[in-house]
Nanobody, 126 residues
Framework: QVYLVESGGGLVQAGDSLRLSCAASGRPVGGYTMAWFRRAPGKEREFVAGITWNGGQTNYADAAKGRFIISRDNTKSMIYLQMNSLKPEDTAMYFC???????????????????WGPGTQVTVSS
């Protein structure tokens, strides 16, 4: 069993930056792909950014490219999402996820991830 918990969300203004963190516990997680997803009210959960086991590869949704940076620190069992130049359309609940099967690949579909945190809310005002 792996437990994930996100933190760092909050209310910010457009153009501001925010850094999300996800702490993992229960089992070692340094050997697996992890990712950030988000879900806006009334919308489906969507992929934001993913990172392979050692951070060697990353992948970003088009909406995140150039603004968001995903990283991880396996010694701390943490992943991060640095969010810059935030826009109102970034408003969503953000979730971190771990894929038990993926190590060197980065799936973008939610059903390819096995463990999820409860989410942290990000709200960006205009």
């Amino acid at each position: 069993q792996v437990y994930l918990v996100e933190s760092g969300g909050g209310l910010v203004q457009a153009g501001d930056s925010l850094r999300l963190s996800c702490a993992a516990s229960g089992r070692p997680v340094g050997g697996y792909t992890m990712a950030w997803f988000r879900r806006a009210p009334g919308k489906e959960r969507e992929f934001v950014a993913g990172i392979t086991w050692n951070g060697g590869q990353t992948n970003y949704a088009d909406a995140a490219k150039g603004r968001f940076i995903i990283s991880r620190d396996n010694t701390k069992s943490m992943i991060y999402l640095q969010m810059n130049s935030l826009k109102p359309e970034d408003t969503a609940m953000y979730f971190c996820a771990l894929s038990w099967q993926a190590i060197v690949t980065i799936p973008i579909m939610p059903n390819e991830y096995d463990y999820w945190g409860p989410g942290t809310q990000v709200t960006v005002s205009s």
